[in-house]
Each structure stands twice: as structure tokens, then as C-alpha cells.
């Protein structure tokens, strides 16, 4: 059986539940206290050396680090990642964006503002992390007008990425009211068959 090795807060671990689920693909899953230096430890540094939340360990023991790499590795064969040589590539474009100009943005002022005290110093990078976060909601948008999906028009784990963190983008001080693009795909989003909120394990 796959093991998810996970924090349930964490969107980049929400991606991969959400995958499984969609896929309908049994796991266990494995809460590790990021706050409290749970991937820290050697016990678990022995399975993904980068000490970081999620790690999929598959039945013979190898373990797979990244969100969207086990997504990549999840949805390969399935309706999740298209075929075509050059969707395929539009798909991974996409995931580049989301861990490079979204992520390092939004998720980071969620948990900023989720998860630390209200008086931790971190408070400072808002501002910066509100620029950053904007200007990839903005190419969201622009990119949104007219589809429905972010490559060729179907969902798929490009989708999924992107949802984990812009759901809940108001939790890191977002408002959402300027795209209405957006806002509507995360609709399209929750709406797909066996759609799970990210608070479920």
C-alpha cells in the first residue's frame, strides 16, 4: 500500500490526497508536526533527505519526495495527465510556475499567518510576499479568461497544483475579489467527482 507522509495543513500534501482520492487509490497516511521538527528527525531525514512534507513511499519501500513529481508519478496512465507530447509539457510548465512564482508567495503568508504567532518577526516578509502573490494570481487570470482548465481545456493535476494553495489564498491575506477567473475555476475545481477538502486526511 502507498504511505503519505504528510501535515494536514500543508497545501503542498493537500495535492497529493487530493490526487489519491480522485484516483480512488487506497493509502495510509502519515501526520508528521512540521512545527515540531517531525521531518527532522533521522529517522525520517534516512527517507527524504530534504526533511519536507509530503513524501509518498511506495509498497517496496522507495520513497518520493516533492508534491508535483508524486503527482506526476500518480496521474501518469490516467485521464489526470493528457497524452500529447506537448500538453504534457504544459502540464509541467504549469507545476514549474506553481513551486517557483506561486507557492514561494501565497503558501508561504498562509503560513505566516496560519501558523505562526501574530508577534513572530516573519510578519515583515508580508508585504513582499503580497507583491509576489498578486502578480501570479494575475497570470492566473489572464490565462483563465475564456478556459476552464489550465491545459487543453480538461482538469488535470496542473489543476490540482494550482487549487492547493489559491483555495485557500485568503487564509495568507488574499482577496480573491479582483479575479473573477479564478474564483470561478476553484468552483470548477470543488465541483470534479471525488473532490476532498483539504482539512481531510
Not at 507522509?5 to 502519515?30: I, W
Not at 506561486?102 to 499567518?113: D, K, N, S, T, Y
Not at 504567532?117 to 479568461?145: C, F, K, N, S
Request: some cysteine.
Amino acid at each position: 500500500m502507498l504511505t503519505l507522509h504528510d501535515f494536514l495543513s500543508s497545501g503542498n500534501g493537500y495535492k497529493c490526497r487530493l490526487l489519491l482520492s480522485q484516483l480512488a487509490l487506497p493509502f495510509r497516511r502519515v501526520e508528521l508536526d512540521i512545527m515540531s521538527g517531525a521531518t527532522r528527525t533521522d529517522a525520517y531525514l534516512a527517507k527524504n533527505p530534504n526533511g519536507r512534507v509530503p513524501a509518498l513511499e511506495l509498497a517496496d519501500g522507495t520513497v518520493l519526495a516533492e508534491s508535483n513529481a508524486i503527482l506526476f508519478f500518480l496521474a501518469e496512465g490516467t485521464p489526470f495527465l493528457p497524452e500529447g507530447r506537448l500538453e504534457r509539457a504544459q502540464v509541467l510548465q504549469w507545476l514549474f510556475f506553481e513551486q517557483y512564482s506561486h507557492e514561494p508567495f501565497i503558501a508561504v503568508a498562509r503560513f505566516i499567518l496560519h501558523l505562526l504567532p501574530a508577534d513572530h518577526p516573519r510578519r515583515a516578509e508580508l508585504p513582499r510576499l503580497e507583491r509576489g502573490g498578486l502578480a501570479a494570481l494575475a497570470v492566473m487570470e489572464r490565462h483563465l479568461a475564456g478556459r476552464s482548465f489550465f491545459v487543453a481545456d480538461r482538469y488535470s493535476i496542473a489543476d490540482i497544483a494550482l487549487y492547493a494553495y489559491t483555495h485557500v489564498a485568503g487564509e495568507g491575506g488574499f482577496d480573491l475579489t479582483p479575479f473573477p477567473a479564478v474564483r470561478a475555476w476553484l468552483d470548477r475545481v470543488a465541483d470534479q467527482p471525488r473532490h476532498i477538502p483539504i482539512t481531510q486526511g
